[in-house]
């Protein structure tokens, strides 16, 4: 989070310097075709990995714990979020642990403004997330998905 504090500051023509955070950010080399607009936020960097051609627009959030993969000429929009970690649902249970599952996006796939990826999905290829989804359970290949509104799931007991 320190490093993404730094990349966050750098003036945004400096992409050398922004270059070389992401290298540190996620604990290796990156494709030179990586855009990462800013400002960038994630919780711990080494667990990403991407493919060519991926365009992530500004005010993303990657919660990486869990593992992140993304393919190849992804388009990612502004403010998305990709969160692998979470906590049990039980009450009794919420603080105990962290649960945490990856998320895997295929390879042209393109994530809609404000979007939010749950932990274990995995996004198939050519598929569009609409603006504003929270996508909790696999996308297929060349599917388009949308939500919005709440849908009550189960009740706790309590």
């Known amino acids: 989070m320190t490093l993404t504090a730094r990349l966050n500051m750098l003036p945004f023509d400096d992409l050398d310097a922004r270059r070389t955070l992401l290298t540190e950010i996620f604990g290796g080399p990156v494709?030179?075709?990586?855009?990462?607009?800013?400002?960038?936020?994630?919780?711990?960097?080494l667990g990403a990995a991407f493919g060519e051609r991926v365009f992530i627009n500004q005010g993303c959030f990657f919660l990486d714990f869990g593992g992140i993969?993304?393919?190849?000429?992804?388009?990612?929009?502004?403010?998305?979020t990709l969160s692998?970690?979470?906590?049990?649902?039980e009450p009794d249970e919420r603080y105990d642990f962290i649960t945490h599952a990856p998320i895997v996006i295929?390879?042209?796939v393109w994530i809609g403004a404000a979007a939010t990826v749950t932990p274990g999905v995995t996004i198939g290829h050519?598929?569009?997330?609409?603006?504003?989804?929270?996508?909790?359970?696999?996308?297929?290949?060349?599917?388009?998905?949308?939500?919005a509104g709440a849908v009550e799931r189960k009740r706790l007991g309590g």
């Open 84 to 89: 692998t970690a979470g906590h049990p649902v």
């Open 69 to 80: 993969t993304v393919g190849d000429r992804v388009l990612i929009g502004p403010r998305v």
């Open 31 to 45: 494709p030179d075709s990586l855009s990462i607009l800013p400002p960038f936020y994630c919780d711990y960097g």
């Open 106 to 108: 295929e390879d042209d």
């Open 126 to 147: 050519g598929s569009v997330v609409g603006a504003g989804a929270v996508v909790a359970t696999d996308v297929p290949p060349l599917s388009v998905v949308t939500s």
